[in-house]
C-alpha cells in the first residue's frame, strides 16, 4: 500500500505522528465504453468552450459563478486556505461507539505509526479499547474538512469518515405515519424467523456474484467471441416474480419458517434456533484430562 497522506492526531498535549492509506479497494471488473456500431473506444476530453482547444488538466483551475460575476480560484488561491496548510487529525471528544449512526460512515483509511516509537500510537489504541470508546476528530484531505470517527480494528487505528449532519436526507414516509396493528402471534413468527436465519457474520463467506458472472461473460467471448450463447454459460433464464404485497401475512411467515429451517437441517421437532445451539455449544465446559496414577 501507499500512504496517501502524512499528518499528526492530536489530543491534548499528546502528538501521535501517522501515515494514512486508504482501507478499501474496488473489486469491479474494469470496462470502458465503445461505439456500438464500429467497437471504437469512447474518450473524453476537457475541450474550452471559447477556443475549442483540449487542455491540460494542469492549466484547468476552478471558479464560482453567482449568476452575474464568475471568480476563478486558482491552486495556489486553494493551498492557501489554513485548513489545507493544516497536517493535524485533532481530536475533538471522545463518544460511546453506539451513538455513531452507521448511515453516516463513509471512507475508511488505515493509520500507521510514523515515528521511532509507536508508544504513543499504542497508548491511544489501548484507551480507546479500554474506554469502550470512538473518537470523533477533525481534518483536511483533499480540499475538504472531514469529521471522522477513530476506531480500533485489531491492532491498528482506523479513521472512517462521517457524512455530515446535513448530508442526510431525512426519511418522511407518509405511509409510516399510519396506524399498523401487529398481532402477538405474527410478532412470534417473525421473531422465529429471525433465529432461524440467526449465525455469526463472517465476511468470507460472501461473494460478489454479479462480479464472477461477468468475468465468466468476459472469458467465455474471448473464447467464443460474438456467436457466444448465453444460455450456454449461465442456463435458460429463470422468470422470476418481479414481487408484490403479501396478502397473508401469517402464511408467508410460517411457510418461511419452516423452509429456512429445512434449508439448515433442522429436525422437525427440534425448535432450537441455530444460534442459541451455537452458544449453548460454545458455553459447554471442556472436559479436563485425568491425570496419570
Known sequence: MRAIWKGALTFGLVNVPVKVYSATEDHDVPLHQVHASDGGRIRYQRICELDGEVVPYAEIDKAYDDGERTVVLTAEDIA??????????????????????????????????????PKAYVLLRKTLEQTERTAIVRFSLRQKTRLAALRVRGDVLVLQTLLWADEVREAAFPTLDEPVKISAKELELSASLVDSFSSDFEPDQFVDEYQQELRTLIDAKLEKGDALDTSETFGEKVEQDAGGEVIDLMAALKASVERSRAARGTADGDTAAPAAKSAAKKAKPKTKAKKAS
Not at 86 to 111: K, W
Open 80 to 117: 492557501s486556505l489554513p485548513a489545507e496548510r493544516s497536517r493535524e487529525i485533532e481530536v475533538v471528544e471522545f463518544v460511546p461507539t453506539e451513538q455513531i449512526d452507521l448511515l453516516t460512515l463513509d471512507r475508511a483509511y488505515y493509520l500507521e505509526p510514523d515515528s521511532a516509537s
